[in-house]
């Protein structure tokens, strides 16, 4: 069943795996998002930027990439102003996407939330319905990242 968001007609999706793009545009497609473009690396989204008529509805980036990375990509960002929402991805390390998402709220991003990957599609889902820049967003991304930090202590014989 496809869901329906008005309210998001373009993405620009910024990972170097071509599998996570993949994934990201076919949930995107599902949930009503005409336009999804997909760059992989902060200098190549830098480039789609610059070539588009105006900003993306949405900018969804990882952090662990080549070239540049996603938190060299949210400081040019945010040193060029862009007012666009931002979703945060990462496969890597969740204490650093905690960083980086304090990161790029202190660099003026207006930052949906951060999430460890694969990003389910439940959650997308919600955030992008919610787009409109209500509080309960981030908190989401912060109770995701604090989940998989508990998920990995329990893995690892911590328990709480």
Do not use: W
Not at 110 to 132: A, E, M, T, V, W
């Amino acid at each position: 069943m496809k869901t329906i968001l008005p309210v998001i007609g373009s993405v620009l999706v910024v990972d170097d795996d071509e599998f996570s793009c993949d994934l990201l545009r076919e949930m995107l497609r599902d949930l009503g998002v005409a336009e999804v473009r997909c760059a992989g690396n902060g200098h190549a989204a830098l480039r789609t930027l610059a070539g588009l008529p105006g900003a993306p509805d949405l900018l969804i980036c990882d952090l662990f990439m080549p070239d540049m990375d996603g938190i060299e990509f949210m400081a040019v960002l945010g040193r060029q102003k862009y007012r666009g929402a931002v979703l945060l991805i990462s496969g890597g390390n969740v204490e650093l996407l905690a960083v980086a998402q304090r990161l790029a709220l202190a660099g003026g991003i207006q930052l949906l939330g951060s999430f460890c990957k694969p990003l389910h599609p439940d959650i997308l889902r919600s955030l992008l319905g919610n787009k409109s820049g209500q509080t309960g967003v981030s908190r989401v991304g912060e109770a995701v990242i604090r989940m998989d930090r508990v998920t990995r202590q329990n893995a690892n014989g911590f328990h709480p």
